[in-house]
């Protein structure tokens, strides 16, 4: 077989060809360049591991987000580094324990392991429903780490963080935990998105930008009094309030859409004010906790919460919440003892 190399960011491949040496560029990945070189030696392998990272990625090109994309390609080509020249029916658990031991090694926590884990058991999965594989041939499992409690403010560090915001970041804030709105929900808004006639706000697909809500499912979140005011008051104030500009703008001026730099804003802001804790890593996703504990406090059901923030089952949504401090206290108070 020929030999693969990497020049730059582009992978090459050298073979021989009626006694002449022949190296010529091959695509992006490895993968791309075992398969090239099986097709011009005739020896294509469709069991081979990078043969079927390949496959599954196409498919993932067809069905998955943008932003999903992208993470899946970084994985993809990173378990074929390592798997690629491998044929899959013939793959061991020494194999995999190999590949865990190297990303261990490499600082890769247990979770994030998980994740590589997690997509390469996919992959071989779509190779067994496609007829490529009679069967997977271990059974993968994922690596057992500690799950911590997951963070949420009280009331009382709500309105710090908002009294320590800027006029930027105040009602990004209070919109976020009164509507339980991921992160890119949040920058995707637009003007037009808040209908105050109705008294709402809707997570809509924006094609022109390459959005679609989490599970393709939009949804309409009732505005809260505070909230409706505040957003009256902040569209406002906006120089760029075309039904089609950004709700929040990263800069009033161009009328720019903020990116993921919001989450960095909104996790300076946590530290700014003593909310943000290394351990636990508190993040954007805080918000949205703290807006489904508040619900579930209030005796609000827990299908009524599952709908309101967009969450694909009850167990999700059990996953994501966590009571206040505050409310442990009082209820621990009622004991007789």
Same mark, same amino acid.
């Given at each position: 077989?020929?030999?693969?190399?990497?020049?730059?960011?582009?992978?090459?491949?050298?073979?021989?060809? @009626?006694?002449?040496?022949?190296?010529?560029? *091959?695509?992006?990945?490895?993968?791309?360049?075992?398969?090239?070189?099986?097709? /011009?030696? %005739?020896?294509?392998? =469709?069991?081979?591991?990078?043969?079927?990272?390949?496959?599954?990625?196409?498919?993932?090109?067809?069905?998955?987000?943008?932003?999903?994309?992208?993470?899946?390609?970084?994985?993809?080509?990173?378990?074929?580094?390592?798997?690629?020249?491998?044929?899959?029916?013939?793959?061991?658990?020494?194999?995999?324990?190999?590949?865990?031991?190297?990303?261990?090694? *490499?600082?890769?926590?247990?979770?994030?392991?998980?994740?590589?884990?997690?997509?390469?058991?996919?992959?071989?999965?779509?190779?067994?429903?496609?007829?490529?594989?009679?069967?997977?041939?271990?059974?993968?499992?994922?690596?057992?780490?500690?799950?911590?409690?997951?963070?949420?403010?009280? =009331?009382?560090?709500?309105?710090?963080?908002?009294?320590?915001?800027?006029?930027?970041?105040?009602?990004?804030?209070?919109?976020? /935990?009164? $509507?339980?709105?991921?992160?890119?929900?949040?920058?995707?808004? @637009?003007?037009?998105?808040?209908?105050?006639?109705?008294?709402?706000?809707? /997570?809509?697909?924006?094609?022109?930008?390459?959005?679609?809500?989490?599970?393709?499912?939009?949804?309409?979140?009732?505005?809260?009094?505070?909230?409706?005011?505040?957003?009256?008051?902040?569209?406002? $104030?906006?120089?760029?309030?075309?039904?089609?500009?950004?709700?929040?703008?990263?800069?009033?001026?161009? %009328?720019?859409?903020?990116?993921?730099?919001?989450?960095?804003?909104?996790?300076?802001?946590?530290?700014?004010?003593?909310?943000?804790?290394?351990?636990?890593?508190?993040?954007?996703? *805080?918000?949205?906790?703290?807006?489904? $504990?508040?619900?579930?406090?209030?005796? /609000?059901?827990?299908? $009524?919460?599952?709908?309101?923030?967009?969450?694909?089952?009850?167990?999700?949504?059990?996953?994501?919440?966590?009571?206040?401090?505050?409310?442990?206290?009082?209820?621990?108070?009622?004991? =007789?003892?």
């Amino acid at each position: 077989m020929g030999t693969i190399y990497l020049r730059g960011r582009v992978f090459w491949i050298s073979y021989q060809r @009626n006694g002449k040496r022949i190296a010529r560029a *091959a695509g992006s990945t490895r993968a791309e360049a075992i398969q090239e070189i099986e097709r /011009v030696e %005739g020896k294509h392998i =469709p069991t081979r591991c990078a043969a079927i990272f390949s496959a599954y990625l196409e498919r993932c090109q067809i069905y998955v987000k943008p932003g999903t994309l992208t993470h899946h390609r970084g994985v993809l080509r990173r378990l074929t580094d390592h798997f690629g020249s491998m044929d899959a029916r013939t793959l061991s658990l020494s194999d995999l324990q190999a590949f865990i031991a190297k990303r261990r090694s *490499a600082g890769a926590s247990p979770a994030t392991v998980n994740l590589d884990l997690r997509l390469m058991r996919a992959a071989l999965n779509h190779a067994v429903a496609s007829g490529i594989l009679p069967a997977l041939p271990f059974r993968i499992r994922s690596l057992k780490h500690i799950h911590r409690l997951p963070v949420a403010f009280d =009331p009382e560090q709500v309105e710090t963080l908002l009294d320590c915001a800027d006029a930027r970041l105040r009602p990004v804030i209070l919109c976020a /935990v009164a $509507t339980g709105l991921r992160l890119q929900e949040l920058i995707y808004l @637009n003007v037009e998105d808040v209908d105050f006639s109705r008294g709402e706000i809707r /997570v809509t697909a924006k094609d022109a930008l390459g959005f679609s809500p989490k599970n393709h499912h939009e949804r309409a979140i009732p505005l809260t009094e505070r909230l409706s005011l505040a957003l009256k008051e902040h569209i406002a $104030t906006l120089t760029h309030r075309n039904p089609t500009s950004p709700l929040f703008q990263m800069d009033a001026e161009t %009328g720019k859409r903020w990116t993921t730099h919001l989450s960095d804003a909104l996790v300076r802001l946590m530290k700014d004010c003593g909310l943000y804790s290394r351990r636990d890593k508190t993040g954007c996703h *805080a918000f949205r906790r703290t807006f489904a $504990t508040a619900l579930l406090s209030s005796g /609000v059901d827990v299908e $009524t919460v599952r709908q309101l923030g967009g969450w694909g089952s009850l167990g999700v949504v059990q996953r994501y919440v966590t009571s206040s401090t505050r409310i442990k206290r009082e209820a621990v108070a009622t004991l =007789p003892y």
